[in-house]
């Protein structure tokens, strides 16, 4: 069928109508130079579909045999199209159609991953109950937790967290959920993951911890926060160097000696919080 061709659907439109809706110039002009390349075509069309969120249009595409788990120039399928977008009907669409669903895409991404960073809580709860997996990480070791952690979605880590997502599982640098949540101060999130029984003193392979995180930041709530569950205030980086290093350098806080001379302790004041500290140096 070439370019010309009709194929009317049930809706009423064409898919060549469709083609010409979906596609840039340059790809209506391949299906008309080589009609041998018009699968290919829809194929990639069916992505943009997917990210539209045209159930019309997607609902030919699939008709018509499209390959559900086709990538494209990108390296998106439609499965993470629609899950990166939101769009709750098409996802199960092409479930129903036999999409798989963890496959990783060309992007590194299952539609779980995408739809846990976007914050798209319908989909990420439509693909846990068709049986996402929750901990698959990508070649850098990113999971959906951490992923959903790095964007601040509180109510996608809820979610991950009440369907039993690993809390500790770590990227290849040694990061966990916990420290990607602290680093970039959601604080409500490092609540979380600590009352779901995230490690607090886990260390990274450069031997930074979700409380030195924070102090580099100078993120506050988040260091009372793991201040009060435990976290060892006392752990230094191979250089030497302490959290008060760290918040001093970064111009986040104040040193001053303590009152009792005697020891050898300090405080490290920074906006809201003063926390004693053991020697420096």
């Not at 559900?68 to 129903?96: K, R, S």
């Amino acid at each position: 069928m070439t370019a010309d061709s009709i194929a009317t659907s049930d809706h009423g439109r064409t898919k060549c109508t469709s083609i010409k809706i979906y596609r840039a110039d340059e790809d209506q002009e391949i299906i008309e130079k080589e009609p041998e390349r018009e699968s290919e075509v829809n194929n990639l069309t069916l992505q943009v579909a997917c990210a539209t969120g045209d159930v019309d249009a997607v609902e030919e595409f699939l008709e018509d045999e499209a390959d559900v788990d086709a990538e494209d120039e990108d390296g998106d399928t439609p499965l993470t199209c629609a899950a990166e977008y939101g769009h709750e009907d098409i996802v199960e669409m092409l479930l129903e159609h036999g999409a798989t669903i963890d496959l990783l895409s060309g992007d590194d991404k299952t539609a779980l991953m995408c739809a846990s960073e976007e914050g798209n809580i319908d989909v990420v709860e439509l693909l846990l109950e068709n049986g996402a997996e929750i901990d698959k990480q990508q070649s850098e070791g990113l999971t959906a937790l951490a992923l959903a952690c790095q964007r601040g979605n509180e109510e996608v880590v809820e979610i991950l967290l009440d369907n039993e997502a690993s809390v500790d599982v770590v990227d290849k640098e040694g990061d966990s959920p916990l420290m990607f949540a602290a680093v970039n101060g959601f604080v409500e999130i490092v609540d979380l993951l600590v009352q779901n029984g995230a490690c607090i003193n886990a260390v990274n392979n450069s031997g930074w911890t979700a409380f030195l995180d924070a102090c580099s930041s100078g993120l506050d709530d988040v260091v009372a926060l793991l201040l009060e569950n435990n976290a060892s205030s006392d752990v230094k980086l191979s250089d030497g160097y302490t959290a008060l290093h760290i918040a001093s350098e970064g111009g986040h806080c104040t040193v001053q000696s303590a009152q009792d001379t005697k020891t050898d302790s300090y405080l490290l004041k920074s906006g809201t919080w003063l926390i004693g500290m053991q020697e420096i140096g």
